[in-house]
């Protein structure tokens, strides 16, 4: 595990927000690698680093999941939290178009809009958790609370 100091986007925007976070950088080839081995490349237990995943409403709006890279994001569950009926994952070709960032690279901080982000109630019971700084390789550790103030999150259960 190395600490660097890296400035994507999400950085930048949480430093601008007077957050503090802590940054890993992991090795990597072109393609994203799974979010278990990325806690293990990074020396960090598996409940502690989330995944942000995309879903798409019934009224085509996007709706931002987060959630421990060991668990399965619960549709019904996320439809619940979100107030809607149903959910559906957003298309892998449409997630550059509606986030800004590539598959396995996806930040829940600065993304092209800010959309309705959910964090599951898990991260509540860790002083910090980990998740993507906006570039495949790159990754933040940061409080539960200011990651959830930073994007206007709540907290629910969301895993299957």
């Known amino acids: ?10 950085v930048r925007i949480l430093e601008e927000q007077g957050i503090n976070i802590i940054q890993h950088e992991y090795p990597h ?8 081995t990325v806690a293990g490349l990074i020396g ?8 942000t995943l ?16 060991g ?5 019904k569950k996320a439809a619940k939290a979100a107030n809607i009926k149903h959910l559906e994952m957003l298309d ?7 986030t800004g960032y590539v598959r396995g690279g996806c930040s829940p901080v600065g993304m092209k809009r800010k959309y309705p982000t959910f ?9 910090t958790i980990i998740v993507s700084a906006g570039k495949i390789g790159h990754q933040i550790e940061i409080a ?3 990651l959830a103030k930073s994007v206007e999150a709540k907290f629910y259960d969301l895993v299957e």
């Open 29 to 36: 080839g072109k393609d994203a690698v799974d979010g278990v």
């Open 44 to 51: 960090k237990p598996v409940h502690q680093v989330y995944k």
């Open 119 to 127: 964090i599951h109630e898990a991260a509540l019971n860790e002083d």
């Open 92 to 98: 892998v070709k449409e997630i550059t178009k509606t």
């Open 144 to 146: 539960p609370g200011d």
């Open 1 to 10: 595990m190395s600490k660097k100091n890296f400035k994507t986007i999400a």
């Open 54 to 69: 995309v879903t798409k409403g019934m009224d085509g709006l996007p709706r931002v999941f987060v959630i421990p890279v």
């Open 71 to 75: 668990d399965h994001l619960s549709l």
